[in-house]
């Protein structure tokens, strides 16, 4: 949280169909609407809501829209690897694609979302 306000926590899950079914993720909200954060930095959080994952240690969110360096800085995942944060300095508006990485651990498969930060205000 930046001096006081709310910060944005993206909720994310790993789910199958039924038995037979590919693993797949879900995040919450998607897109993510900065517009009611106000312009400036935000700390974005995404919680791996799922027991058996965990977000990897390098690249758990991976931000793929031109430009992104500018906006999207110091990543962090937590020591369970439960939770990723971002700086994101929302400056100009836009929106931006990522990829939501995570990891089954018994597996060690490796699953990804392509999900939106929408930062128009």
């Known amino acids: 949280m930046i001096r006081g306000r709310k910060s944005p926590v993206v909720h994310v899950i790993a789910y199958r169909k039924d ?27 995404w919680k791996l809501d799922t027991k058996g994952f965990h977000f990897p240690d390098e690249n758990a969110i991976e931000f793929t829209s031109p430009g992104w360096e500018k906006y999207f800085h110091n990543q962090k995942v937590d020591p369970c690897g439960r939770i990723v944060t971002v700086v994101n300095e929302n400056r100009d508006g836009g929106a931006f694609a990522y990829n939501v990485n ?8 490796r699953l990804f979302l392509d999900p939106v930060v929408q930062n128009e205000w």
């Open 102 to 109: 995570v990891v089954h651990k018994e597996t060690g498969e």
């Open 19 to 45: 038995e037979k079914s590919p693993i797949q993720l879900r995040v919450t909200p998607d897109p993510l609407d900065m517009t009611q954060y106000g312009r400036g930095k935000q700390i974005l959080t």
